[in-house]
């Protein structure tokens, strides 16, 4: 059985966001992301696979959750309805910044001068990580370009794919991450772990340490997400992969029918497209993510029994 039939989505539901309009705003909104992002890493715990890092989808965007501060804490959320970067304190505090067409550079010292505003002095590494030709904050003036109606439309589709994600999470009992958004490979992600011990990562990865790629795959996963386009893959597009792939995982019969192994990416992917417009956008991504892991799961010979649970249809 499924969870939650009534909260079922209608592809009016799921806005069109072809990268091509927006992909200026994509790659601003991005670095943007990466300095809170980094904010909330200086502050913040390690916790395993960078589970400390990300945000999360809210009522009006993304947001950080509380950050430790001394004594206090503060969380920033960006506001893709009223467009404004929030920075509040839990002693009372609060600022906000302007989310329009404005360099990554002013961007940055305006968020430097908000947080010396509220009493936090916070010091954080300015190369954008998992990003070729990357421009420190200070000195990006390339990317400058915010559309009010894109950057809404890309959060409206991120609130119906954390409630589906959150489905798919629902029917998995081992270890998995929470659905989270992150901001160095700018994408909504949720990952299932097997338990076992998987070989090292090899890393490589654009200004990220090959140590926290390493504990980040330190144990075999089935993980899946979405990500808006650019690249290697122009078009919106969720995708699947597992780490490490076991043999005869890019031939795995998946579902639906438009889905594809990219052997460029090494991962599967369905077109957000495809599910929006789909007469049942919630199944049919829900059957791109069942399917995707059981290849994944079954090929390598997951304790499935274990792991998974019997779901119940809600009250």
């Given amino acids: 059985m499924t969870i939650g039939l009534s909260n079922r989505s209608q592809t009016a539901d799921w806005p069109e966001l072809p990268f091509k309009n927006w992909s200026d705003t994509a790659a601003t909104l991005h670095m943007w992301t990466q300095i809170v992002g980094k904010i909330r890493l200086a502050q913040t715990p390690w916790t395993n696979h960078s589970w400390h890092v990300p945000f999360y989808v809210t009522a009006r965007g993304l947001g950080t959750s509380l950050i430790p501060y001394d ?16 920075i509040q304190t839990t002693n009372g505090g609060q600022q906000f910044l302007a989310l329009e067409s404005r360099s990554v550079s002013s961007f940055y010292q305006d968020i430097l001068k908000a947080l010396a505003t509220l009493g936090l002095d916070i010091q954080i590494f300015t190369t954008p990580s998992e990003v070729a030709d990357a421009i420190p904050f200070e000195k ?25 994600f959150k489905e798919f999470r629902s029917r998995f009992i081992g270890k998995c991450s929470p659905v989270h958004f992150f901001w160095g490979s700018f994408d909504l992600a949720v990952t299932r772990f097997s338990g076992r011990e998987a070989p090292p990562h090899p890393g490589g990865v654009p200004h990220l340490p090959d140590w926290v790629a390493r504990e980040a795959y330190s144990h075999e996963v089935s993980s899946a997400g979405f990500w808006p ?28 029918a438009e889905a594809y192994y990219s052997d460029k990416l090494g991962e599967f992917i369905l077109s957000y497209d495809d599910v929006r417009t789909s007469e049942s956008p919630d199944d049919r991504l829900l059957e791109f993510l069942q399917t995707t892991y059981e290849a994944a799961a079954n090929i390598s010979g997951w304790d499935r029994t274990a792991l998974e649970r019997e779901l119940v249809p809600s009250p």
């Fill in 229 to 256: 386009g650019g690249g290697k893959i122009e078009t919106p597009s969720f995708y699947s992969y597992a780490y490490p792939a076991p043999d005869g995982f890019s031939k795995a019969q998946v579902s639906p």
């Fill in 140 to 164: 990006d003036n390339k990317h400058h370009h915010y559309d009010h109606e894109f950057a809404t439309r890309f959060w409206r589709a991120l609130v119906q794919m954390d409630r589906v």
């Fill in 71 to 86: 004594g206090r804490a503060f969380e920033i959320t960006f506001d893709l309805l009223d467009h404004q970067l929030v």
